[in-house]
């Protein structure tokens, strides 16, 4: 049994499981900052532009989930999360924190990476735009009694 052929069998569904895993955390901030649930004292009066990035997060993270529009939800939220890295953890408390382990912003970097690799990877097999690419896919094609006739 080859190792590598069968693990590779498997790449295209882990994209869209790691696809849907990432918009849910993602989405899980925009409930957070809009609808306060969870409570968390971080988002307890957030001034307009933390409201902002999570109505961002929220739209973009269900989008993300159910993959409609993937690569486009995805690159507008890598530079969503690098944007708040860098005002939010960074630059937060006036002079730059850079080592992420001091100012809190690993998970804003992984977020800004696994979306820039989803915006390169696409939704995956099991998203809504390769469900509507099958659709079109197979009205661009030429009924065969046409191809035959030529």
């Known amino acids: 049994m080859n190792v590598d052929r069968f693990a590779s069998s498997f790449q295209p569904y882990l994209l869209s499981l790691f696809r ?16 306060k649930f969870p409570v968390l004292a971080a988002f307890a009066s ?21 993959g409609l529009l993937s690569r486009t939800s995805a690159f507008i939220l890598s530079g969503e999360v690098a944007f708040a890295y860098l005002l939010g ?27 820039l690799y989803l915006t390169t990877a696409g ?7 390769a469900l509507v690419g099958k659709r079109q896919t197979s009205r661009d094609e030429e009924p065969p009694f ?3 006739a030529e």
């Open 46 to 66: 957030p001034p307009p532009l933390i409201v902002t990035a999570g109505a961002i997060e929220l739209v973009l993270g269900g989008l993300l989930m159910i």
């Open 146 to 148: 046409r191809q035959a």
């Open 89 to 115: 953890h960074m630059l937060k408390t006036g002079e730059p924190v850079l080592l992420p382990l001091n100012n809190g912003g690993t998970a804003a970097i992984l977020f800004c990476f696994a979306c």
């Open 20 to 35: 849907f895993v990432t918009g849910l955390l993602l989405f899980q901030y925009g409930v957070a900052k809009i609808f």
């Open 123 to 129: 939704g995956g097999p099991v998203s809504v735009d």
